[in-house]
């Protein structure tokens, strides 16, 4: 059985294929793939869309082995996950949410958006959901009734 086609997520007009501009996103995972790369490690090919508008903004990788696992945890952390989620399919990736910096990258002639590892503030591009951009290192003020002096 073939797969049904939505033309009605298709739009040829000229600003519908434009590349939004670079900035901080509230994303939402639309589609994740595990993959494994010509070296033998696996990862996670995510497709990331604008809370916002509804437009897919970005692919990004998840590493879960070799050099890039560091990242990869830090990524996983922002979306939710903790040390208590040792097994993670694709599949619970989809719908998790996240704030990313993006930024433009051009490859073989094509630009794109990309998530920009080094953006201030960040855990590699990414801040969880309840801690948007700007928001990190902010505490809630303290209730001086409290304090025992």
Known sequence: ????IDWNEF???PKSQEL??????????????ERTSAAG???????????ESGRSLC???IMLSG???GMGLSKLKQLGFDKSDDEIVAAALVGRRAWVCLKEDTYEGNTRLVVD???????VGYWHEDTPPGEEGKKDPIDLEDAPF
Do not use: W
Not at 1 to 4: I, Q, V, Y
Not at 41 to 51: A, S
Not at 117 to 123: H, L, M, P, Q, Y
């Open 1 to 4: 059985m073939s797969p049904k």
């Open 11 to 13: 739009s040829d007009s």
């Open 20 to 33: 939004s501009p670079p900035g901080n996103y509230h994303v939402e995972v639309a589609d994740c793939e």
């Open 41 to 51: 490690n696996t990862y996670f090919n995510v497709r990331m869309k604008d809370l």
């Open 59 to 61: 692919f990004d990788i």
């Open 67 to 69: 050099k890039g696992l």
């Open 117 to 123: 590892i080094s953006a201030k503030g960040s855990s």
